[in-house]
């Protein structure tokens, strides 16, 4: 009896499936089972394309034939054991479910003779690879027929790797190829499966029209789409020394714009724009076409370099780039494509029309990333107010805007400590601005405590009516 468990069978099934591109109710090729004093090896191919799971062990030496409607039948997020016994022409395998023993005797008709997938040399690469395919794979378009955007491109010879889907492009390096050419693969759910160890080194060689990688227990063979064009990447991406304008978003501010901009206004929109404000304060809004009153997020420690520019993006896209890390955005124009880089990633995406500019309103809400009290758009905390003019500021104009801005208002109206006479001016309508800000805050909570109340009258009515209606019934035995 060969051994496996039903929770082993599950992740083989659903790596597979991930790794031959079937579709959900799609049957598989039959399994090659292998088993040695080196362990036991699973093995399916189909289509160009192969897949491979070993399991560390010894066991008594066998090779046989499932089909993989095998794997459907014995999986289960449970460590109970499968036992196979490979008899003649066919294999018994036993199992329990929910205390009754399971047994059935599995056949394949007309096995191949072999399984092909060729063996390759393998140059090693830090587990950093298999993180950099897994962001190509989603960055490609499966659904593209237009170049071959469903395609990661492996350049040998610059050890990159580029995904694009025609709105976005992100480029990385520093991984080492075993070829000088560059090659096309189909970006796919294997490479972005939970089961991939991220942990350990990647090896990746060239046999043929096939790729090879190998990670941790998992060997996957991926067919080179030799008959697509994958577009000129390199000539879309601006060189960053002729940048108009840059900012810096510090972790901090950037942790507040993925938690907060997937909840502004407008996400229901197909490109789910927002416009990016480096025009006085830093600032991201949107607003609703049925609403005359924006919602904006002001980045307190964020910081511009440059010219003054306002522009629309889609909200996954600007979200996307905080989330692969970079931490400074370069601009060339409301026109132009958006550019993020590091030492070792380039992430280019477009921007949406101009036309979609939420310019700054005389009202506004407003969530401020430094404020301990600020809160998610749309939550009775976020303070209504008046919007400053947008204009362009020097550094010290900014830097203390954005030292008020993280101040709350709400816990203190005192004055601050007295300065000198050269800046006591300052500090005058600082003060004043400040008490300004106070009093607007006021109203616009005052306002939303009345809607709030009366709301609450209108439930209480609702109650008592209901409750009258309840006493009238049983008045009537009912």
Not at 60 to 84: I, K, Q, Y
Request: with cysteine.
């Amino acid at each position: 009896m060969i051994p496996i468990t039903r929770r082993q069978v599950k992740t083989v099934r659903s790596v597979f499936r991930a790794a031959l591109g079937l579709a959900p109710q799609a049957q598989g090729p039959p399994l090659l089972v292998q088993t040695g004093s080196d362990g036991l090896v699973i093995s399916a191919a189909m289509f160009g394309r192969g897949i491979r799971w070993r399991l560390a062990g010894s066991y008594p030496d066998h090779e046989f034939w499932l089909p993989f409607e095998f794997l459907r039948e014995t999986a289960a997020s449970r460590n109970d054991a499968v036992l196979l016994d490979p008899q003649a022409d066919s294999v018994e395998v036993q199992w329990v479910v929910d205390s009754v023993p399971q047994t059935r005797t599995f056949h394949v008709d007309d096995p191949p003779e072999q399984l092909t997938l060729p063996d390759v040399e393998f140059t090693e690469n830090p587990p950093p690879l298999l993180a950099a395919l897994a962001e190509a794979a989603q960055t490609c378009d499966d659904s593209s027929t237009r170049y071959a955007l469903s395609c990661i491109q492996l350049r040998g010879a610059r050890g990159e790797i580029a995904a694009t889907d025609g709105h976005q492009l992100l480029m990385q390096s520093d991984f080492h190829f075993p070829w000088d050419d560059d090659v096309l693969i189909r970006g796919g759910a294997l490479l972005t499966h939970r089961e991939l160890p991220r942990d350990e080194p990647v090896g990746i060689g060239r046999a043929g029209d096939v790729v090879v990688l190998r990670a941790g227990s998992w060997t996957a063979w991926l067919a080179i789409e030799s008959e697509l064009r994958f577009p000129d990447v390199d000539s879309i991406v601006p060189d960053i020394t002729s940048a108009t304008a840059s900012v810096r978003i510090p972790t901090d501010d950037s942790r507040f714009l993925q938690r907060s901009v997937p909840q502004l206004p407008g996400s229901d929109d197909r490109h789910q724009p927002v416009t990016v404000d480096l025009n006085g304060s830093i600032a991201v809004r949107s607003c609703r076409e049925d609403s005359d009153i924006p919602t904006e997020l002001v980045l307190t420690q964020s910081e511009r370099t440059g010219e003054p520019v306002r522009f629309c993006s889609d909200r996954r896209l600007l979200s996307r780039a905080l989330q692969l890390g970079f931490e400074r955005l370069h601009l060339f124009g409301p026109h132009a494509p958006a550019v993020c880089v590091s030492d070792q990633r380039r992430y280019v995406w477009m921007l949406l029309s101009p036309d979609g500019v939420v310019a700054p309103r005389a009202q506004t809400t407003r969530i401020q990333s430094g404020d301990a009290s600020s809160a998610v758009p749309g939550s009775p905390r976020a303070a209504s107010v008046s919007s400053p003019q947008s204009s362009p500021t020097t550094q010290s104009t900014r830097s203390h805007s954005a030292a008020m801005s993280r101040t709350n208002p709400r816990r203190s109206t005192a004055p601050a400590k007295q300065t000198s006479d050269a800046d006591s001016s300052t500090s005058l309508i600082d003060r004043a601005e400040s008490l300004r800000d106070s009093l607007q805050t006021a109203l616009a909570d005052a306002k939303q405590l009345i809607a709030a109340l009366k709301q609450q009258k209108r439930t209480s009515k609702t109650v008592q009516s209901a409750l009258k209606s309840l006493q009238q019934l049983e008045a009537l035995d009912v």
